[in-house]
């Protein structure tokens, strides 16, 4: 099982390392990402000021540092400050893994509606392969894109305080193949930040 608790730490460690795969424009793009990730941190859902609330998230198991199951599947939550960023905006970054397994399910949500692109799974012998991944908004309650509801927050944090409004996290589960084994997975990209994107919380290889 690999989750984005260790994916969020390798995307920030690799990116203030310089190391990344051997690829010039990844490197660049992974850089600009990060500024861009640098330049949101005062942004608790980017451009809306609204955020899930703390309280709600540990209602619904969601804590920090901790793991949350669904259908079977564990999830690491990333161990980040309350109000720090919990997730990547999926923007075509290069996220190197070494796992196997039948599936990896993304622990998700969209801003500004559905949201979704293509990425590539690259596996170990060198060998890659095309990935969709659609996820619906954090405020829609029910799937228009396939993705599953993990999680339902009975409200959410506006600038002004708590919102009366269901919030959602969406799981999305994309096939592997069969006996191979993951080497890095390159997420889509999703939307024009700080707009509308897909939030990868977290992943697992099962």
Known sequence: MSSLASLYRVVRRGLETGKALPDRAV?????EEQRTRHAL????????GKSYLAQALAAAGLRPGETFT???????????PVGKPDNVPASGQVIRLDASGATFAVLAAAAYGAQGGTGTVRYADGTSAPYTLWV?????????????????LAYNKGPSGRIAQPVTFWRTDIALRQGARIGAVELPSTGTLPRGCVHVFALSVV
Do not use: I, M, N, Q
Request: glycine fraction near 8%; avoid cysteine; charged fraction near 25%.
């Open 27 to 31: 490197a660049r793009r992974e850089r």
């Open 41 to 48: 941190l005062t942004l608790p859902w980017p451009g809306s």
């Open 70 to 80: 669904h259908e079977g599947t564990v999830f690491r939550r990333p161990d980040v």
């Open 136 to 152: 619906d908004d954090w405020y829609a309650t029910s799937s228009s894109t396939g993705a599953r509801v993990a999680a339902v």
